[in-house]
């Protein structure tokens, strides 16, 4: 299984961006594939996740209302867009499949594999 990361960059605050995750290796459909992020010295955390094959959404408090998780079936892919972006939300953005039961969503170690990372740097 390989996750590939893109979108990363550098954005004003207020600026949006779309991060997404590409995956092959597999057929995905019985997995969940989130978004997490992680700043030096903190633990990475939940973003938003989703089932691979449809149905809920998640995500975290401090996204809500501003970032939107969608499948690309063309590309089977999984896009993160982000909307009015803070500098908070500076970090390393990762994607990830597992398949956590829906209460352990935000739970790293639920994940199997997870991509190499992409760097969001909003300035305020």
């Known amino acids: 299984v390989q996750l590939q990361a893109s979108g990363g960059g550098l954005v004003q605050a207020g600026g949006s961006l779309t991060l997404s995750c590409a995956a092959s290796?597999?057929?995905?459909?019985?997995?969940?594939i989130s978004w997490f992020r992680q700043n030096p010295g903190k633990e990475r955390e939940f973003v938003a996740g989703?089932?691979?094959?449809?149905?809920?959404?998640y995500y975290a408090d401090s996204v809500k209302g501003r970032f939107t998780i969608s499948k690309d079936y063309a590309k089977n892919s999984v896009n993160l867009q982000m909307n009015n972006l803070k500098s908070e939300d500076t970090a390393v953005y990762y994607c990830a499949v597992g398949r956590p039961p829906s209460g352990l969503i935000q739970t790293t170690t639920m994940y199997y594999y997870w991509g190499q990372g992409t760097l969001v740097t909003v300035s305020s």
């Open positions: 290796g597999d057929t995905f459909s019985t997995y969940t």
């Open positions: 989703r089932r691979w094959s449809g149905g809920n959404t």
